[in-house]
């Protein structure tokens, strides 16, 4: 029914009863101004009566009339709802806001889009971007190993940094790494390169430099011996490899700059105890790890100034320009210890005092982990930690 409609019936049933009322009243007047025989005043008494029930009727009847008039009204002007359901459609409302309690900062996150890496504070915003790849071909962006080698347990990853995979163009893994053993498997050979970012090749530097590091090292071993080993000798001829390779590419040697640490350690003696030859040049290191104290300790390479104001990455010494520079000396490994070769993507972190970084992975390789396990936390999410990250960890299985 539409909105003119209801209201002329209202307005009909109002003058129906308006009708009837004039003609009660007129029938009361000419039935009390009419002369009775018998019962005059009794048939007054009830007419008057009579006319006031039709006239209260009356009214209250048109007042209801108008009240559901109105509210018919105000129904219509009211939005309704479509006839069409819509197929899958879900509303609610806001949830009220309920007080969470207060939690402490967590010693370590885990990253939401990756949880198999660990990260620390904040993370590093690059650690999210899409990996992208170079233009040229090159090594793969993820390199792991794991081995074992007589008493000794190995475990070695090389994961390219954030801050390289993610520009345009994106650049290679500089870093490299190579395990090996001596024909007897008495010796555990590792050798680990880190290149230059300020040279164009030096990927291919530091791939020749681990690479050449291992075979000859063999060599060594079984000529001289494990006492016999002299780094001047070895890094000098890896230093004539690269410069070799760099000629077979047309480029000049400083385009495939890069730093090495290498290591070579003996079969645990009588009482459990290693013995490790450590050479190095450039910011690489190496760093031990006494499962009683979870903490890494540097051991070797090329310090940096921690307490200047701002810590250079400039290095001293590099391959193939400077062998003569590179420096060696020995540790002992007790049973049960490590032995870490590191680039300085790791080496950087673990040396921050204001980080826990260190303490994590000490309590994380404080045994032998898988490598699928031991990859996902080279590749860590730290604030400021862009570079290339690569680790060799050997650790001693002699007698505890």
């Given at each position: 029914m539409s909105r003119d409609d209801s209201r002329r019936d209202g307005l009909m049933d109002g003058r129906l009863r308006a009708m009837l009322l004039a003609a009660v009243v007129i029938g009361s007047f000419i039935e009390v101004s009419t002369s009775h025989r018998q019962y005059g005043l009794l048939v007054d008494v009830f007419a008057l009566a009579a006319v006031g029930v039709v006239g209260a009727a009356a009214v209250l009847g048109s007042e209801s009339a108008a009240t559901l008039a109105r509210q018919r009204d105000r129904l219509e002007q009211e939005p309704q709802p479509s006839t069409t359901v819509p197929i899958c459609r879900y509303v609610t409302g806001p949830a009220a806001p309920q007080p969470q309690p207060a939690r402490p900062r967590p010693f370590l996150r885990e990253r939401p889009t990756d949880l198999s890496v660990p990260r620390f504070g904040d993370g590093a915003r690059a650690q999210g971007y899409p990996w992208l790849l170079p233009e040229r071909t090159v090594q793969n962006g993820i390199a792991a190993d794991e081995a074992t080698v007589g008493a000794f347990t190995i475990r070695a990853a090389s994961v390219i940094g954030p801050g390289h995979r993610c520009g345009q163009p994106a650049e290679p893994r500089q870093d490299s790494y190579r395990i090996g053993r001596s024909r007897d498997s008495r010796y555990a050979i590792v050798a680990v390169a880190d290149g230059l970012s300020s040279a164009a090749w030096s990927d291919a530097g530091a791939t020749t430099a681990s690479s050449?590091?291992?075979?000859?090292?063999?060599?060594?071993?079984?000529?001289?011996?494990?006492?016999?080993?002299?780094?001047?000798?070895?890094?000098?001829?890896?230093?004539?490899?690269?410069?070799?390779?760099?000629?077979?590419?047309?480029?000049?040697?400083?385009?495939?700059?890069?730093?090495?640490?290498?290591?070579?350690?003996?079969?645990?003696?009588?009482?459990?105890?290693?013995?490790?030859?450590?050479?190095w040049l450039g910011d690489s290191s190496a760093w031990t790890l006494d499962p009683r104290v979870p903490l890494w300790r540097f051991s070797a390479g090329e310090a940096k100034d921690r307490a200047a104001a701002v810590v250079s990455n400039e290095v001293a010494g590099r391959l193939p320009d400077t062998p003569q520079l590179a420096r060696d000396h020995y540790v002992t490994l007790a049973p049960g210890a490590a032995l870490a070769l590191v680039t300085d993507g790791i080496g950087d972190a673990w040396a921050d005092p204001a980080g826990n970084v260190n303490e994590y992975f000490a309590n994380a390789w404080r045994s032998p982990v898988p490598a699928t396990r031991f990859t996902a936390d080279v590749g860590f999410d730290a604030p400021q930690c862009l570079d290339d990250r690569t680790a060799v960890v050997v650790w001693n299985g002699g007698r505890a």
């Open positions: 050449q590091a291992v075979t000859l090292l063999r060599e060594q071993i079984e000529t001289v011996g494990f006492g016999g080993l002299d780094v001047k000798e070895l890094y000098g001829r890896i230093a004539e490899s690269i410069a070799v390779h760099a000629t077979g590419r047309g480029v000049g040697t400083s385009h495939m700059a890069t730093v090495l640490i290498t290591a070579v350690l003996a079969e645990p003696d009588t009482n459990g105890v290693a013995k490790a030859w450590i050479a």
